[in-house]
Structures are given as structure tokens and as C-alpha cells.
Nanobody, 125 residues
């Protein structure tokens, strides 16, 4: 089954930036939503950002609003997440997800049915 594949994670210092990218592992239909979630050790997975495929509407969690940008490239069904002014509390495994069915839950993991393995983002103080 086709699944998202993330790249771009790494170790950075507080205040620096990272750009995460995600592409499908093979040919696939356009999703309805593409989202990013993250999970820190000992914490539940949480919504970070999402973008609608058709209109490009974007949605952000309060924790990253104003310092992150989600974008998509229709040609190769890819989605990117630019993270700026990173903080130690942003440290987590960031996962990309595709919603292949219509959903109102773009901000919740239950709205997505295809998931990537995740990429580690570590922010040192």
C-alpha cells in the first residue's frame, strides 16, 4: 500500500529552522487533506498543521501558529512543513499523513488513513 515518506528531520539549536518534506512512496490519487502530527516521548500524538488538497486551505495548531508554514506541490503530491524559531518543546517525531477520504477531522489523527514512519526533530537549548 502506498504510504507517505518523510524527510528533513534532524538536530538543531533553539531559534533555528527546519523544513520537513513528505511524498508518497508510489503512485497514488490526490488526498483530500495532508497533515503533520507530532509525538514527543511520554506524550500523545498531537496535530501540528494541515492543508486541503483542492483549495490549499491551511490550518495550524496554536503551538506552532505564526512560526510554521505548510505547503503542497500538486505535481508530485508532496507536502512540506517549514518550522521556524524552533523551541526545545518542539522536539518530537513528526509524521506526515494523508486523508484519502473526505473528512472534517483534518485536525485529528482519526481523519487520516495513510501514515508515514515519522522523522525525528530534536531541538537543543
Amino acid at each position: 500500500q502506498v504510504h507517505p515518506v518523510e524527510s528533513g528531520g534532524g538536530l538543531v539549536q533553539a531559534g533555528e529552522s527546519l523544513r520537513l518534506s513528505c511524498t508518497p512512496s508510489g503512485p497514488t490519487f490526490s488526498p483530500y487533506f495532508m497533515g503533520w502530527f507530532r509525538q514527543a516521548p511520554g506524550k500523545e500524538r498531537e496535530f501540528v498543521a494541515a492543508i486541503s488538497w483542492s483549495g490549499g486551505d491551511t490550518y495550524y495548531a496554536e503551538a506552532v501558529k505564526g512560526r510554521s508554514t505548510i505547503s503542497r506541490v500538486k505535481a508530485n503530491i508532496s507536502v512540506s512543513l517549514q518550522l521556524n524559531s524552533l523551541k526545545p518543546e518542539d522536539t518530537a517525531v513528526y509524521s506526515c499523513a494523508f486523508a484519502t477520504k473526505p473528512t472534517h477531522y483534518y485536525h485529528h489523527h482519526e481523519g487520516y488513513d495513510l501514515w508515514g514512519q515519522g522523522t525525528q526533530v530534536t531541538v537543543s537549548s
